[in-house]
């Protein structure tokens, strides 16, 4: 009786004490990274016996604990609140002798363990909101009077891409042929950025030694170089962004050579609201303009507030309509049938922006890259590829370099194609083009090989016109019904007919 008396004893002190110390505080994790980067997280926990609330603040976004909970042997379960209220990131960690060891998540490997240190309450928040500034408009660049055309090393590379990997795309797109079809743009996304020197000027991380000589190189072979923001303080990868620095940095970027610059929101929603975008990115278009350098300007916040309604004012050449795209022909149709609605935004200087091309990353089928590269093209879209060109294949390069394609996208009323129809899973684009002719995309969404038939009433067709297969690059003959083709489950029929 005793002894069970005191082993009990024994359980109810241990299960105690494995969560008598509070776990209540806020929590600070610094990771290194091997580009020499720091990225710091806060955890900012409320324990109320094994339940744990509170929040995670990282340098780009903040997010409450949704569910938390320690065991008696320290063992801390954090799940955050994802999109939508759904249960989010799940983080885990070990809480002993007063100790927090976090396992942060690795990028796409296994989780490291940190130490996690006490900072003062406070610590980590969301910085100061600096007042943005009232609006007024910001006169147009003058580019990008055609949709940009070139690479972006995020689709494949994201935190990974190097100056080498860089070098070698500039090299690729002259030799493959690309640079020939149309394509200019290298661009750097994120994760090429360092911390700001004792001036506050933005330097580049590890991979990224010299940044003028890469754009004296990239222009050595007749391209342009592009770079990567955001207008919060940190990117969305946690790198350091241009909140406060916007002139200073719009003037280094020029001073390196840049000629395109996209502008990801990211951590801007930690200190702005969707009401502030406007101004905050009229900032940027002023400071690019102050630099005196043409250089192309690239709105990234996932198509909200409206975007296309006040992109040109801030001198935008383009502007995300979409949350990112995904190497899959769900993410793809979605992203790309589903651009309708805001067709009439588009035009020269100024475009839609339904995210980078995934042709030839492998996660599609080359029918489906013909769909995406089709679309894209019929929507007056930047055609930016977004694969490894040092290893593309000869049918990946065809796809992206179709030149009778590309003409239709670079087309220089630069209308955006609209639905004609839809009939359950085959759709009807088309795209007015200035020499007074039509393009038109014949899609089968469906699994099944279908014969489609686009009647000539139906696209403002009348009297006898030339028909041209895009894909196939042969005439067709006319034919007053209309004209027929056999389309492959999740394939296109691109025509365009002229007189
Ligand atoms: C966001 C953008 C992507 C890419 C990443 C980089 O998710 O939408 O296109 O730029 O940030 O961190």
Known sequence: MKSIAFFSFAVLVTAACGYAADLTGNWHVKQESPDGNVRETYFDLKQDGTNITGFMRSASFDRKVQSGTIDADGKVVLTMQGQNNRPGQRIQAKFVNGELRVTMPGRGGPGQEISATRAPEGEGGPPA???????????????????????????????????????????????????????????IDDTWEGMRDANGNITTNKKFPDMKGLADYVHSKGLKLGIYSSPGPKTCAGYEGSYGHEEQDAKTWAAWGIDYLKYDWCSASRVYKDEDMHAVYQLMGDALRKTGRPIVFSLCQYGRADVWKWGPEVSGNLWRTTGDIRDT??????????????????GPGHWNDPDMLEIGNGGMTNDEYKVHMSLWSLLSSPLLAGNDLRTATKDILDILTNPEVIRIDQDAAGHQATRVSVTGDKEIWMKRLADGGKAIGLFNRGG??????????????????????????????WDAAGYTASVPSHGVALIRVSK
């Open 448 to 477: 099944q090989i279908a014969d489609m038939t686009v009647k000539w009433a139906d696209v403002q067709i009348t009297g006898n016109h030339k028909i041209r297969d895009l894909w196939a690059r042969t005439d067709v003959k």
């Open 129 to 187: 909101r600096i007042p943005p500034p009232a609006l007024h408009k910001v006169p147009y660049n003058g580019l990008a009077k055609t949709p940009p055309m070139g690479w972006n090393s995020w689709n494949k590379f994201a935190g990974r891409v190097t100056a080498e990997d860089v070098k070698g795309m500039a090299d690729a797109i002259v030799s493959s042929g690309m640079k020939a079809a149309g394509y200019v743009y290298i661009n």
């Open 329 to 346: 022909w769900e993410s793809m149709t979605k992203i790309g049938f589903d651009q309708d609605k805001i067709a009439e935004f588009a």
